[in-house]
């Protein structure tokens, strides 16, 4: 059965960084589309935040280019992300999703994943 478990949330001020870290199981993100959404307080939607193909190819929304980073580390197949500079706004419950598609094909699209974690609360204070 296929986990994915995300970690690493906490309450920050604005201005300070958190590292999200995604566990898979009975998964190998090697060989996988990775991507992080976040679903901010009274939202219906998950948000696209920032993808990684199996190839390495990286993709970021406009909101969070240049604060965030997504990192594939394949020996501890896990998948983080690095988020510096952090705004109340990107306050939300932070998802990890992963499914098998070539290089993260229409991977903005939240309704398209196999797979989801149970998510991670980042709570950032002004």
């Known amino acids: 059965q296929v986990q994915l478990v995300e970690s690493g949330g906490g309450l920050v001020r604005a201005g300070s960084s958190l590292r999200l870290s995604c566990v898979a199981s009975?998964?190998?993100?090697?060989?996988?589309?990775v991507g992080w959404f976040r679903q901010a307080p009274g939202e219906k939607e998950r948000e696209f935040v920032a993808?990684?193909?199996?190839?390495?190819?990286?993709n970021y929304a406009d909101s969070v280019k240049g604060r965030f980073t997504i990192i594939r580390d394949n020996a501890k197949n896990t998948v983080y992300l690095q988020m510096n500079s952090l705004k109340p706004e990107d306050t939300a419950v932070y998802y990890c999703?992963?499914?098998?598609?070539?290089?993260?094909?229409?991977?903005?699209?939240?309704?398209?994943?196999?797979?989801w974690g149970q998510g991670t609360q980042v709570s950032v204070s002004s």
């Open positions: 009975a998964w190998t993100i090697s060989a996988a589309c």
């Open positions: 993808t990684t193909s199996s190839g390495g190819v990286e």
């Open positions: 999703a992963s499914d098998s598609r070539i290089d993260c094909y229409g991977a903005r699209n939240p309704s398209t994943y196999d797979y």
